[in-house]
């Protein structure tokens, strides 16, 4: 069968690999349909391993952790919630079950997690083999939104980790997918949101999934743009979806003493950041890291009910033989990019 192989940085061939043959009694075989290329699969592809919690090594890897996929087979010792035939979303994560993020029920923070697709080998290729635990039936979702579970599971996590209340205001920076599925998941939450971003499309698309308020500009605009919207004090939630590390001082700037900032974005270099803010200010600062199964669960119901307006999202999309060229998409973002995604063909 065909796999998109990443052999080393910034090297992916499109290669023969073995089929999984039959599956463990716990384990699952499945033939992906649709998947989408984010962020940290180019700093995967890149080798930009620094942005990404330690895993030593990641090479010959098969890409892709956000996936929607057809069951083929299961492990004679599977629980049957999913039948051969049933379409299905990968909840990527895995912990190690013995850490203290792991014991303490936040298996997301493991220090030695493993994802599907970054740790493990991922939906880049005609069949794979995953632990049942990790596969959820999402009904009669289609293929594209239903790739678009993981994602929005970020996203849903993040919101937890803000403690959003309803009517609250919340500014997300970046409108990029994982911005807007933060979009989706707070408005849905009952939040009323402002997202910023410096392309105009993505902004539309913000305001299309139902942000109040779209804004850009330097550093002091948008901080004025924020005030203009919420008085003088600032929001009590700021979300940093960006993976510009220059953005968590923009956040506590922007914050509201009190309030709570929320980092998503991954990169790995410093930036410069005045730590009076924090007593002055007494702000929480969250980090948020993949998601749980239980918030895996909340996605699939947000997608569900969002299906039609998610589909805005999906601007390109590759054959498996150009997963390189999807990548590529990812990294030269070129006018009107969102989300791109591959498509493996799914039933056989
Ligand atoms: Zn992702
Ligand atoms: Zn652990």
Redesign the pocket.
């Known amino acids: 069968m065909l796999a998109a192989v990443t052999q080393a940085p910034g090297v992916m061939v499109i290669d023969e690999v073995p089929e999984p043959g039959p599956p463990g009694p716990q384990d699952v075989i499945i033939r992906p349909e649709i998947v ?1 290329i ?1 962020g ?2 180019l700093h995967v592809y890149s080798g930009d391993t620094g942005a990404l919690s330690g895993a030593p090594s990641f090479f010959p890897r098969i890409q892709g ?2 996936f929607s996929a057809v069951v083929e087979q299961l492990g004679g010792d599977c629980p049957g919630e999913v039948q051969p035939g049933d379409r299905v979303a990968v909840w990527p994560l895995r912990g190690c079950g013995r850490c203290y993020p792991c014991r303490a029920g936040r298996a997301n923070a493991c220090v030695s997690l493993e994802l599907v697709g970054i740790h493990r080998d991922g939906g880049l290729q005609q069949l794979l083999s995953v632990p049942a635990s990790q596969v959820f039936g999402v009904g009669d979702l289609d293929p594209e939104p239903a790739a678009f579970i ?2 929005m599971s ?1 996203a849903v996590h993040a919101l937890d980790r803000a403690g959003i209340a309803a009517g609250q205001q919340v500014v997300i920076l970046g409108a990029g997918p994982i911005g807007l599925a933060t979009v989706v998941a707070a408005t849905a939450a009952g939040a009323k949101v402002m997202a910023t971003d410096p392309v105009a499309g993505r902004r539309d698309l913000a305001a299309a999934l139902g942000a109040e308020n779209v804004a850009w500009g330097s550093d002091d605009e948008l901080l004025g743009e924020v005030r203009a919207w919420t008085g003088q004090e600032g929001p009590p939630r700021v979300i940093d979806t960006t993976g510009d590390p220059a953005a968590l001082a923009q956040a506590t700037t922007m914050v509201c003493s009190a309030g709570r900032v929320v980092v998503v974005g991954m990169s790995a270099p410093a930036a410069p950041l005045r730590s009076g803010v924090f007593p002055e200010k007494e702000i929480d600062v969250a980090g948020s890291s993949c998601a749980s199964a239980a918030d895996f669960f909340t996605a699939i119901g947000l997608v569900r009910a969002h299906r039609e307006a998610i589909a805005a999202l999906f601007s390109h999309r590759f054959p498996l033989t150009g997963a390189r060229e999807a990548i590529e998409c990812v990294a030269n973002s070129p006018a009107g990019a969102v989300k791109v995604l591959v498509t493996l063909g799914g039933r056989a």
């Open positions: 989408g984010c940290s699969d952790h956000e993981e994602p970020i």
